[in-house]
Structures are given as C-alpha cells and as structure tokens.
C-alpha cells in the first residue's frame, strides 16, 4: 500500500442544508463532517467495486435457521466446505433452544461471494440471511 | 421562501480516494464536485423526511397495466377521484395495443402519499408499480 | 402478444406466518393473496431486465428545481431534446412559486434510460431527482 | 415455541412468467418454488419487524478499518464494551497486514441496534460499515 496522501478542498453549501446535515450526523456519531463526507464516498466506491463480478471484495453473510431441520446443518457445512478457500471464517450462535445463527465472513471474486452467499440462503430451512457487501479496504483511504 | 445564503467549507480527503470519486461523478454529468456532495446530502434529508409520516413530501407513482383487465381503468379512476385532494395530476401513455403506463403526481402527508400509492399498486391487473419519493422543494436548497 | 394462460400451483407454508402475511396485504390493499404473490414475482423480472443494459424497459424521472436558477429551464430542455427519441411526454407542476416538478417518461434501452436520468439529476440546480424503474409490460403477465 | 402447523394453499399465476421465476430461482439454488415464496414472504416480516423501534431483533455488523489508525481499536473496544449487553459476539481478522475485518453479533431492540451501528460506523478511521438486519428466528417459519 502506497503512503496515503490527504487533500484538503472547499465544499460550497446552502448554510440551512448544512445545517440539517450537520445535525444528522452528529446524531448518527460522526465527530465532524468531514468523516461523514468519506463515508458517503467510499460506500459509492464500494458500491461500484461489487457491480463488477471480478473485483476482489469481502462480504458477510448472515443465516438465521433452525438447527432441528432435517439435514441442514450438515447441508449448510458442506457448501461451506465446498467454498472453504472464499470462507474465511464462521461464527456460530445459539440464539435459542431452536434457533441457530450463523455469520461468514468471505473474501473473493464478487461474483463468487454472491454466488456462495445465494446459495446459503436458498437452502431448505435457512429461514432467513443477508449477505453484507463490504471491502477488502486496500482501495479505501 | 426566505433568501438563500450560501456557505463554503473544507472537506480533507485522501488524494486518491477523491480522484475516483471525480471520475464517478464525472461519469454521471456533474459539472463539478460541490454540486455532487449538495445531491447526496440533500437526497439524505428526503430520505428523512419521508420517515415522518406527517412531513408534506411529494411522490410519484409509475403504473402499468393491460387495459383490457377487466373494470381496472375504472376502479383506478375510482381510487384517484376518491383522493383527488392529493393527486395533482395523471399522464396516461399507450404504450402499446394491451399495456397502458400511468403516472400520477401527489402531494400531501407522506403517510397519505405512501398509502395511495399502495392502494393503486395492489389492484389486480396493475402488472407493476413504483413510489418514487420527492419534496416538494420547500426546505432543499 | 401470445395469449396468457393461467396456471395454478400449490405453496406450502407455515400458518401463522402465511396469517401474518395475509394481514400485512391486506392492509396494503391486496384483494387476494395470488395478486400479492403475482406482484412479488414481477417485482423480480423488472429488476433482473434493468440489470442488462440492452433490454428494453420504460422508465420516469421526477425531478425537483428552483426555476429561478439561472439557465436552468433551458438546459433541462436541451438536454431532453437530445434524447427527445427515448423521452416519450414530459408532464410539468409548479409546486409554489419558487419550486417547479417535472416528471419525464422514457422508453428505451436500460443503459439509455438510466444515463438519460443520472445527466437530468446531476444538473446544477436541480434539487432532487428519482428515478422509477418500471417495464413495457409486454413480459409481465 | 409452540409446534410449528403447515398448510398449503393455492396460487394463480401465468404460465409463462411462473417459468421465468423457476429459471430465476434455479440459477440461485432453491430447491423449490415453495421455499422461494417462504423466503419472500419471511424478508417481508424481518423487513416489518425493523420497522418497529422496541422490536427484538438481531443484527450483524461489519466494520472495515486500518488497525494503524490513531487509538480506533481502542475507541471502538470501548464502545463495544459500553454495549456488551447488546453485543454477543466479534470476529476479528486481519485481511491485511494494515487492513482488519471485525464482525460484530448483536441482539435486542431494533432501535438499540441500529443506533449501536451507527455509531461504530460513524467512529473516524472506519473505512467502511454495514448493518444486516436480521432476526431472532421466532417469529419466523
């Protein structure tokens, strides 16, 4: 990673927008705008990294699911396995005497990383799952 | 409408993190940076304000529909006059021997907006709608 | 168009969350639950069409500006004869005395309709603008 | 939980637009077409759930950061541990040799969640954050 190199440049504003804006990061936690600005840009980079199916990115996929339903967690286990060099990890809760939660965390080709996570929740007996798009971070200052 | 004043302020960035970002919104026709950060800060705040169920927003709503379904041109004429208080105005298009596309512009509470606009989109024989939630121009500037 | 033939399958679901589902519609306005599973599945075609840039689609622009800005009127005018072949009828509010609403019908190729749509919105001036993504209705049933 | 009860119900649809959703679902892996419509009509109710800010819920977060940057571990430790009543887990790793991935597991009301990711998201030095609303699997079958 090269040495990052910080610009400064001016913004010009309605002061009554700014104001607003102001207020609704600050209640959001941002210590300054500035901050909130770079959030806003580097989720649109973010956003253009996953439209192209071979951009390296990492992603989280959330399954909610049943652990009583016949198979499943074996069948969950294997397509796990089966991806075991795009998994990287996975993290297992016991949410209740039923219910499972199960978080991954991938890193690959986005086009992959769709294609496991849509394949995850598609499973019989996965009662729900979310597939979190984020970013290897090399690309993000 | 009191009168605008407008504001300048800093934003500091990494180098390259903004550069990407010039050439994506370059992309998109933007004439310079600060028009840009002004969109997604007031997009933010549209956002905000349709939360509110009684803020006054305004909305429009895209149908189609095959005009020969049987009573539908009536019932939606039924629906709209029923909110005539709300709904501005109808474009209908023919956009081809069976499928109609209307598109209709309201303003009111955004909780009304958005009621109407489900009221429309759920009747059988609308094959597709869609709210697309603006302001009314007020507090953006 | 080909005649439409209807044809009928069996869903099998938990019954009480197939009840909640059924409150939820309703209060939507649905007369039936098919409509609403009908309404879910071609909810999915438009969105699948409008990721292939070639596929032809019908799209609105709502946009949101200050009539006053310099220049303004005319550019959006311009810009929109540009395109005057995919941009089928342009319908225009005057919200109050400052704030006007235009909302534009197009009909074309999806990478067209959406480059069309981010040029309108990204022009100075212009306080917000939607795009609504919808369909020729020829592939919806 | 009480014992979950099955039924099966009928729905209407035309032929050829119930072959494209089969294709569709296919390529992401469902097994079949019922499941498809349980996933929907489930997303609905976890989408509905969110709404309501006293809702129990569950979410994940992922947060993208460089661990270089000045006191942000430290920073965001704190806040986790400010919340551990919320927070059930974290999955730390480290994509790079500047870059770290952390995953957090958190359960309780929706409003406490959300205002829980906002604030690690928002924290300076937080390259990218994401909130996955999920749920506790209860309601859902």
Redesign the interface.
């Known amino acids: ?1 090269k040495k ?15 104001k ?2 102001d207020q ?2 600050l209640g ?19 956003e ?1 990294a996953w439209e192209k199916a071979s951009s390296e990115v ?1 992603g ?1 996929v ?1 399954l ?3 652990h009583h339903a016949h198979d499943l967690a074996d069948k969950l286990t294997d397509i796990q396995h089966h991806h075991c060099k795009t998994i ?2 996975t ?1 297992h ?1 016991h ?7 199960e ?1 991954l ?1 991938l ?1 690959g080709k986005s086009g992959d990383v769709k294609s496991i996570a ?2 995850l ?4 007996g996965v ?15």
């Open positions: 990673m990052a190199k910080t610009t400064r440049f001016g913004v010009s504003m309605d002061a009554d927008l700014l607003e804006f609704l990061i959001k936690g941002y210590a300054n705008r500035s901050e909130a600005f770079r959030d806003l840009v580097r989720g649109h980079m973010v253009k990492v989280t959330t909610v699911y049943n990287i990890s993290t809760i949410l209740d005497e039923h219910n499972c939660l978080v965390i890193k849509e394949r929740i598609s499973t019989k009662k729900h799952g979310k597939l979190a798009m984020t970013s290897t971070g090399k690309e993000l200052r």
